[in-house]
């Protein structure tokens, strides 16, 4: 059975920074395509940052591009994403997702973390 687990999200300042991590099991992240999604209170989901199956390529969105890196460790089988100088904006349930690293299209998806991103 094909399971996406995040965890590592939470309450934060402005500035701040958070490392979430996406443990899978079921299939090996290193086969896969994968990438991070949020959708924030109120607003449609959006793609954030991806890797490919052979973890030489990532891909974030020029929103978060400078402040957010994807990475993974085969043999954790985990995806982890590294945020930093987060924003209020950045406010909303991430979870990670099975099937692209460039566009919000995949076969699963995680139930999500939720970041909070307040003063």
């Known amino acids: 059975e094909v399971q996406l687990v995040e965890s590592g999200g939470g309450l934060v300042q402005p500035g701040d920074s958070l490392t979430l991590s996406c443990a899978a099991s079921?299939?090996?992240?290193?086969?896969?395509?994968m990438s991070w999604a949020r959708q924030a209170p109120g607003k449609g989901p959006e793609w954030v940052s991806g890797?490919?199956?052979?973890?030489?390529?990532?891909y974030t969105a020029a929103s978060m591009k400078g402040r957010f890196t994807i990475s993974r460790v085969n043999a954790k089988n985990t995806l982890y994403l590294q945020m930093n100088s987060l924003k209020p904006e950045d406010t909303a349930v991430y979870y990670c997702?099975?099937?692209?690293?460039?566009?919000?299209?995949?076969?699963?998806r995680g139930q999500g973390t939720q970041v909070t991103v307040s003063s």
């Open positions: 997702i099975r099937g692209s690293s460039s566009r919000l299209m995949y076969d699963y």
């Open positions: 079921g299939f090996t992240v290193g086969n896969y395509d």
């Open positions: 890797i490919d199956r052979s973890g030489r390529n990532t």
